[in-house]
């Protein structure tokens, strides 16, 4: 599943429901720092900017959440997902941080994770479609998983190998995709799990 970031949603917002009291322009001219040396690929300024910023105030919801997107995209997901565990934790009515983890889970190959915390981010959120797009491609990984499974216990099995083909098409076909779906080879079909 490809990282969904919601962060323009949330540098339009001034402050999450129940969020400290910081100073809105403080908090936008950060965030709009921090975002600018993001997207100029400065990752590790970025990350140094929004670390001062959190020790001054280390409860900022959309600091914590920026800081999350960043320290994924740099491929440092075990953080990335600390992060946002914790931002659950102290923010349980927030459904972005459950869509944002279910999608690090599902790139780690945990799709009951993800599953358990896209469908706590609709429950927070029933109109947030990005969520609802991740269940759906979560879903589709599971029944691929479910489908190969199937066919290494049974290869001679008739139309497994044509439903694997068929989830992994579907994958492929979108670029959300939560990860790619075992082959129906022979060889796929044989290995141990």
Do not use: W
């Not at 990282?3 to 001219?29: I, N, S």
């Not at 869509?99 to 009951?112: I, K, R, T």
Request: with cysteine; glycine share 6%.
């Amino acid at each position: 599943m490809k990282f969904r970031r919601l962060l323009l949603a949330l540098l339009c917002v001034t402050a999450f429901a129940g969020g400290a009291a910081v100073a809105a322009d403080d908090l936008a001219g950060d965030l709009a720092e921090v975002t600018r040396l993001y997207h100029a690929g400065q990752t590790d300024a970025a990350l140094q900017r929004a670390d001062t910023y959190l020790a001054a105030h280390p409860r900022d919801p959309q600091m914590r959440f920026l800081e999350a997107v960043i320290l994924a995209d740099a491929q440092r997901r075990s953080e990335a997902v600390a992060v946002l565990e914790k931002l659950t934790q102290d923010y349980p009515d927030l459904a972005e941080p459950y869509n944002n983890l279910a999608a690090l889970y599902a790139a780690n190959g945990d799709y009951e994770k993800a599953r358990a915390a896209l469908q706590q981010a609709l429950r927070l959120n029933p109109n947030y479609a990005t969520a609802h797009e991740n269940l759906g491609d979560v879903y589709a990984a599971l029944a691929g998983e479910s489908y190969a499974d199937a066919l290494r216990l049974d290869p001679g099995r008739a139309g497994v190998a044509a439903k694997i083909e068929r989830v992994r098409a579907l994958v492929a076909s979108t670029r959300t995709g939560v990860a790619a779906v075992p082959a129906a080879s022979a060889a796929s079909a044989a290995a141990p799990r």
